[in-house]
């Protein structure tokens, strides 16, 4: 057998994977030692009451503007001047109300801007950008 000497201003190319193995060890005894603690769960008998009504679910305002920069609520066309009287008369309505905004991407960024600032003034605080997935 014949063994190569290393010199010593050679680098040393092998790993030392012990101090690796050491953590992994350790991390895997936790977890074993944690995870039947984690699965108990404490048994509670609930009573029982009346049924009640569920939640109101907030209604929900589709918000478009169009490559041509047109504005649309829910489907019909409006003017940029009344959108934000419209969206105050549907907050006095549903104070949870939540606005969608679909901007066609070749629409100018100030016109999205301008919707945006006007349902900030009406008094929307959720605002969802719609996208679709590449």
């Known amino acids: 057998m014949a063994f190569s000497k290393q010199s010593e201003n050679e680098a040393m190319s092998e790993i030392n994977v012990t101090p690796l193995v050491d953590v992994m060890l350790v991390l895997l005894i936790v977890f074993i ?3 039947p ?3 108990q769960a404490v048994q509670v008998k609930l009573p029982k009451t009346e049924t009640v009504n569920p939640i109101k679910d907030a209604r929900t305002v589709q918000l478009s503007v169009n490559a041509e920069g047109t504005v649309y609520l829910d489907q019909r066309v409006i003017h940029f001047d009344v ?3 419209e969206l105050k008369k ?3 309505g549903n104070p949870d109300l939540n606005v969608q905004l679909h901007a066609d991407e070749s629409v100018r960024y100030g016109r ?3 919707v945006m600032a006007a349902a ?3 008094g929307i605080v959720k ?3 719609v ?3 590449k």
């Open 127 to 129: 605002l969802g950008f």
């Open 90 to 92: 549907l907050l006095v």
């Open 33 to 35: 030692v944690t995870a």
């Open 131 to 133: 996208t679709v997935p």
């Open 37 to 39: 603690l984690l699965m």
């Open 120 to 122: 900030q003034r009406a």
């Open 83 to 85: 959108l934000e009287n």
């Open 112 to 114: 999205v801007a301008q």
